[in-house]
């Protein structure tokens, strides 16, 4: 006979909000405050006291082996000045190149994809930070863990960019999170324009953040890539100076040798945007079209931290225990965790400690996640 299975724990009405949608799959729970479908409604998802939890046969069948704290792989740690770019750690696997989405959606990963219970990639968003993105690195540094570091190109200064080189040194993943992290920027005029030089500005930014061996160095490299009276925010001029940036941005590649940097394979858009209900398919095939000119697989994500739900209160939002539970359950749930570089340390500090307490419980890379989706290595595409 078969198993009846356990039924839904319900979630405070507070907190979620039950979306009815039928298509070909189960109803989704939707968690207010942010724009991540956290858990289908045939699941069952224990709470925090539930311990442990059990990976079905079937899908333990399927899992690859989990890569435990402090196994990942080594890379090649880049020279000052002269990043290398990092080779594939198995060159049994085809390079994934330009991968193939449909018409309004790209290559990559997405909210309701299915996952594998108790393995989690982590991602952060939103800087560098000068100080707060270090306290995090000392975190995971700590614990052998590696994550993706979604980056804002604006945020890459004088002070942050020797956060860029301590990423790649220290064997974490970079992630292109466009310029101006504008959400609605799949909505302007010459959208497919627009998006496109968000991303390869930002891969611009990262090149002379790498290049750079002085903050006086960036500032200079800055000036010559952006123009010697360049804003920080520009975005409705960019698609009309795009151009002319690009060309001295390979001015300068050039004049260093066309030194092999590190070239971001992912992308992010800023808030999942326009993946969002309140867009149309015209933005998202013009996000599609860009993302593909540029090479890009598209990274969005299953779960996020307390400290990101608004429904909570403020000294929930920061408490480290909240934040921590909700580390614990995104692992239950498993897929890619949403952080900010915003988020309190301790909190992501007593979170990692649960995940590595709980032999069921892993942390894996999304190079691994791109592997097992679509059987390539994710090698970036030579520069155009």
Request: aromatic share 8%; hydrophobic share 40%; proline share 10%.
């Amino acid at each position: 006979m078969r198993r009846p299975s356990p039924p839904c724990r319900p979630l405070p009405a507070s907190a979620v909000s039950v979306e009815r949608r039928r298509r070909g799959g189960p109803f989704v729970l939707m968690l207010l405050g942010t724009t991540s479908a956290c858990v289908a409604c045939a699941m069952w998802i224990p709470d925090a006291g539930d311990l442990p939890l059990a990976v079905a046969p079937a899908q333990r069948a399927k899992a690859p082996p989990a890569v435990r704290p402090g196994t990942a792989p080594p890379t090649a740690e880049p020279v000052r000045g002269r990043p290398v770019r990092p080779r594939a750690s198995d060159p049994a696997l085809p390079p994934c190149g330009r991968l193939t989405g449909t018409p309004t959606r790209p290559a990559g990963f997405y909210f309701a994809d299915r996952t594998v219970p108790g393995q989690v990639v982590l991602t952060f968003d939103d800087g560098p930070l000068h100080g707060k993105t270090r306290r995090l690195l000392a975190v995971l540094r700590a614990r052998g863990l590696r994550a993706t570091f979604f980056v804002v190109g604006q945020m890459i200064n004088r002070r942050s960019y020797r956060v860029i080189q301590t990423l790649v040194r220290d064997g974490h993943i970079l992630g292109n999170h466009t310029y101006h992290h504008d959400l609605g920027m799949a909505r302007v005029d010459q959208a497919e324009a627009r998006i496109y030089a968000e991303f390869q500005l930002t891969q611009a930014m990262v090149d002379i953040a790498l290049l750079a061996e002085s903050p006086r160095q960036f500032d200079g490299l800055r000036r010559r890539l952006l123009g010697p009276r360049a804003p920080v925010r520009f975005r409705d001029t960019l698609v009309r100076t795009w151009p002319a940036i690009e060309r001295r941005w390979r001015a300068i590649l050039a004049d260093y040798g066309n030194a092999s940097l590190y070239r971001m394979v992912y992308a992010r858009p800023p808030g999942g945007n326009p993946f969002g209900p309140a867009f149309s398919n015209t933005a998202r095939r013009a996000y599609t079209r860009a993302v593909h000119r540029a090479g890009l697989i598209n990274v969005l994500w299953r779960s996020g931290t307390a400290n990101d739900f608004r429904y909570l209160s403020r000294e929930e939002r920061l408490s480290p225990n909240r934040i921590a539970r909700s580390i614990v359950f995104a692992a239950r749930v498993g897929g890619i965790l949403l952080i900010h570089d915003q988020i309190p340390a301790a909190g992501l500090a007593a979170g990692l400690d649960d995940v590595i307490r709980f032999s069921n419980l892993h942390v894996i890379s999304l190079s691994q996640m791109t592997r097992r989706r679509y059987g390539c290595e994710p090698i970036p595409p030579l520069r155009p």
